[in-house]
Structure formats: structure tokens, C-alpha cells
């Protein structure tokens, strides 16, 4: 029997070459329903990395534009996705652009994914920045990592209500998960938030939802981001064992030849 890995390229179509895809599988099928729904016009990613999910949103929309601050991901991708704009830079700038050269072109974007910096201050910039928008269609926000505590404040606290086209802000869309990583080992990562602007301003009260409140409470208490004394010594030694490295690099590489 194949593997659910085996099985991908039934499960995802389009992975030619297959590219690096930083998602769970219920993230990346979560991410084809959304995109089924949206059929947008224009779509944005903010955060392109390997250009797994890139791939995907290109099967979607004719016009796509991919925002990263790092320069080798146009030179890598740029010639496997030619629908697909690249730029480079800072994001809560170029998602500006982006919205701009949407209105100048007739192509209202349908659809964004952002996935770039995931610091609080960095999501929270680029959610302020693609709510400048005034939405010509349903315009369907993918926001992930949304079960990291920076991550989910920073979306949490975003000024939502100031944009009366934002008609729904869940954080729990998708709900991640306790890292398998080494390098992030019991860190929360993964999950994402779903937002849903509309042409018409809404008439409601808007409230951000938490619909895995409950479990996002469990896994942060088992996770390394938990105030507790285990991971508050865990984290000081991970701190001197850093600067003992340090250290020593510094000690070998002045050390005279024998």
C-alpha cells in the first residue's frame, strides 16, 4: 500500500517539478478547497520559500503575483511560472503595489496567501497592508501558521473592524500542530486563519473567531512556548550551550598551529 507522500502527486495535482510544499496535508488540501471556491482573477502570496504552494495557486489564477524578500526565489521559479510576478522586497510595501496594479489592470484579486515573516509585528504588518484593499469580488485571506502564538496575535490583533468589507476572521480554519522537527521541536506551527472581504459592506458586528480555542489551549500548554520552569531552564541552557559554541569557535580559531 502507498504512503499518504506516494500518494501526493494523485492528491496535488501540478507538481512538475515537485517543489518544496512547507504544509500538512489538511493545510494543502485546505488551501485547494479555498482556491476551488475562489477562482480568482488574481491571486498574491506573500512568503514564497521553496514554491510549493506557488505552484498550486498558479493552477488557479491567471494572474498571480508571489512577494518574497528573498532575490533567488524569482531566479529560481520565474522560469517554471510564467503567470506568476515576482517581486522582491518588503511586504507590507509591495502588497501596496500589488493591490495598485490590480485596480490599474481590471483583475481584482480573488485570493491571498500570507506565509512571509512570522514574527508578530511581521504578520501584523502584512494583514494591515492587504486590508487597504476595497474588494471588487469575494477575496478569500489564507493566513498560516496561525496556531503559533506570535502568529496567531498578530493576526488576532490586526484591525479587522476598520475595513467594512471584512465580513468573517477565523483563526482556526485549519488548527496546526506540535512540531516533528528537531530544529523546532515542541514549538506550535502550522494552521491556518481564514478572512472573507466582500464587495458589499457588511451589516454586522464583526467578531475574530477561535472555533479550536480548546485545543489550541492543550497544545500550547504541551508546547516549548509554555511559561513553565522545565521550559524556561530548558531554554537557559539552550542559551549558554549557544554561547559556549561561540566560545569555543572563537578559542579555535586563534588558536596558533601546533
Known sequence: MKSAFELAPLLYPGMDPPLTWLMSHAERLALLGVLEAAQPAAALEVG??????????????PSVYS????????????PLMPNVEFLTGDSRDLIGTVLARCTERGTPLGFALIDGDHSYGGVNGDVRALLAVRPRCPLWVLMHDS?????????????????????????????????????????????FALALLLPEPRTHSLAVTASGAKSFAALWRASAHYPSLQNKVSHWLQVKRRGIARRLGRTRSVSPEP
Request: proline letters at 7%.
Open 67 to 78: 512577494v518574497d524578500i528573498v532575490p533567488s526565489v524569482r531566479e529560481r521559479l520565474a
Open 48 to 61: 514564497t520559500a521553496g514554491g510549493g504552494s506557488l505552484q498550486q495557486i498558479r493552477r488557479f489564477a
Open 147 to 191: 496556531s503559533n502564538p506570535d502568529c496567531r496575535a498578530g493576526i488576532a490583533d490586526a484591525p479587522w473592524a476598520d475595513n467594512p468589507h471584512v465580513h468573517a476572521v477565523e483563526l482556526d480554519f485549519v488548527i496546526g500542530a506540535l512540531s516533528e522537527d528537531p530544529q523546532f521541536q515542541h514549538q506550535l506551527w502550522g494552521g
